[in-house]
C-alpha cells in the first residue's frame, strides 16, 4: 500500500500538539486516557473498518476517548446501517484497499472490526499505509499472520492496540501486585473457562447456497478464505438451529450461518470459543505470571469436525520455569466446563472465570476482579501496597500513544504472543496430538502434520505481502 507523503506531516502535529498540551497543563488530559478539551481538528481522525458488529459499539468508546470518526468501511450496507447514521459526515467504503487509498493523509488511525480471518490482511495494509491500529481480538487467526503482523508493525513503528480484556486497569494490576507479593506462594496451576460458544459449533457445511443480497459484498467478506457460496439461513431441522435457540439471547439478532456473528464457529473464519475468549482470559495470567510461550499444549474435546471448533474442549499449555517461578499448567475449558471446585468451596463458579493454585492458597479471577478463597489471605492482601500503575484501559490507553504517550498495554508486541498461545491451543484440538512448541523455529517438533495449521493458504489473489 503507497504510503501518503503528507502523512507524517500530519502525525508529527498530532504528537507535537500533544507534548505542547502537556507542557502547559499540570495533568494533561492525555494522562487521563481521554482528548480533554483537545479542539476537535487536533484530534486523531480514525477510520472504522467493520463496523456493523462489536465495532458500532468500539467505534463510540474511541470517539469519547478523543478520536474523530471520519471514514467508515463495510461490506454490509444493511447491517452497518446504525454506524452509518450514527456518523453520517463519515466517508463510506466497501473496500477497505480504497479507504486506505482514497483517504491518504485525512486518516491517522484505523479501527478494525472485521471477522477473524480478514483481521491480519487490514491490519497489515494499514499499518503498511503509516496508520495507528487498533484490532479487536483475536489479533489472527494463525500464528504465521501474527508473525507478519508483527514484523510490519514494527516497522511501521505506529501506535497499536488489540482488544483483550487489559491486564493494565485496577483489578489486573491489584491481581499482579498479590501475586509478585507471594500472596499465594507459588503458582504452578491455573484454571481458565468460558461459557462460549453461545453460536453453532461441531458441525457440518449445511447443503445448497442462498441469493447474496445486494446489499453484501460476499466476496470481500470471504476475503482470503477459501471461496464457499453464500448461505443465509440453516436448514430446517438442521442441529445448529438447535444450539442457536439455547442461546436465546443471541438468535434473535445472530441466526445466520456464517454472518453476521456466527463466523465464530468456523475455521476458515474463526478461531472458535477458545479463539474467542482466550485473548482476554489469557492476557492477567500471561501478564502476572510472566509466561513465555509453552513448551507442550495437549486437548482433549467434544467431536472433532474438520470444518469447525467442537462443541466443548479442554486444553492443557504447559509452561517452563521462568527467573524465580515455577513451572505452571494452565488449563482451558470452553464449552460450559469447568475446574473441580476448590475444597471446601460450595458456591457456584462463575460463568466465566480463571482459578489460581498456589501452593499456599487459591483466588478466583473473573469480570468483578480477584476474589481470594480465604479470609486469612484477604487480611494479609489489604496490606499488599500498591506498586504498579494504573492506566485508563483499551480506548484511553491507545488515544494515549496515538498522541505521543507511552505504548498501550497491547500494543502488538505484546499481543501478538500471547494470541499465539491461544492459536496454538487450537492446533492442539484440532490434531488430538500432544504437540512440543518451538517457537523459534515455529513449529512443534513432535508431530510434523499439526504446523500446517501455522500457516494457512490464501485464496482468491489475496497475499500478506501485497497487503
Ligand atoms: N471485546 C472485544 O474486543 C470483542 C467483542 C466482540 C467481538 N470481538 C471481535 O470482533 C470481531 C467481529 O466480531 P462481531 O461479533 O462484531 O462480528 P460481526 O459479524 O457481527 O460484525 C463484523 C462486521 O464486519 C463487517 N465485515 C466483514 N468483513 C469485512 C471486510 N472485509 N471489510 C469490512 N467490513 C467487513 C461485517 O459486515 C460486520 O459489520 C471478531 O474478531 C471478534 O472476535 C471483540
Redesign the pocket.
Known sequence: MPRSPHHLGRRRFLQTASGAAATLMIVPATVLGHAGATPASQRPALAG????????G?LQELEAAGFQIVAL????DV??RK?YDRWPQARKY???RELLQAEGNRVDAVYC????H??A??VIAALRSGKHVCC???LTRTVHEGRVLLAAARQAGRATQ????PHSTEEPRRLNEWLDAGLLGAVREVHLWTNRPVWPQGMLRPPGDDPVPAS??WN??L?PAPARPFKDRWPAGHYALAQLKANPDWIAQ?NGVY??????GWWDF??GAL??MG??HFNPVVRALKLGPPLRIEATATKVTPETAPLASIVTYDFAARAGLPPVRLVWYDGGLQPPRPHGWDQPLPEEGALYVGDQGQLLYSWGGPKLLSPTLAAKARDIPKTLPRRPG?WGEWYQACTGGEPACCAFDWAVPLTEIVLLGNIAVRTGKSLDWDPAAMKFTNHAPANAFLKEPYHNGWSLESA
Open positions: 473498518i467493520g463496523v456493523g458488529g462489536v465495532g458500532f468500539q468501511c463495510d461490506v454490509d447491517f452497518a454506524a466497501r473496500d477497505f472490526g472485521t471477522p477473524d480478514t483481521h490482511l487490514i479487536v481480538k483475536p488489540m482488544t483483550a480484556a453484501l459484498d470481500l467478506w476475503g445472530y454472518h453476521p456473528f456466527n463466523f465464530r474463526g478461531t479463539g474467542d485473548c482476554h483499551t
